[in-house]
Nanobody
């Protein structure tokens, strides 16, 4: 039932910053959440995630540049992006899932994505 809507993407120069937001239509408190990126012709890949218990992590390629956070009171997931690079250019998707090992029990949800374009 939870729907996810991303916002905050845009066109920025290398070295610039963006703040992506993902707003859920319902409570996210019991879900892990994450940000994924997908460039043209590429597979969607995880950028950062955060557990229901508020433990964040990011992939090595964005370490020190991106920060993921959540605000359960506002049903919002955020990705603060700084020192952006052209290779960060992609569609960014928000996702949520239950913390279950069996994928059938995860109730996986996806937003529609927001475009991030970084010019050199």
């Amino acid at each position: 039932q939870v729907q996810l809507v991303e916002s905050g993407g845009g066109l920025v120069q290398a070295g610039g910053s963006l703040r992506l937001s993902c707003v859920a239509s319902g409570s996210i408190s019991s879900y892990s959440m994450g940000w994924y990126s997908q460039g043209p012709g590429k597979e969607r890949e995880l950028v950062a995630d955060i557990t229901a218990g508020n433990s964040p992590r990011v992939v090595p390629s964005v370490e020190g540049r991106f920060t993921i956070s959540r605000d359960n009171a506002k049903n919002t997931l955020t990705l603060q992006m700084s020192n952006l690079k052209p290779e960060d250019t992609a569609m960014y998707f928000c996702s949520s899932w239950r913390e279950e090992n069996d994928p059938k029990l995860q109730d996986r949800r996806w937003g529609q994505g927001t475009q991030v374009t970084v010019s050199s």
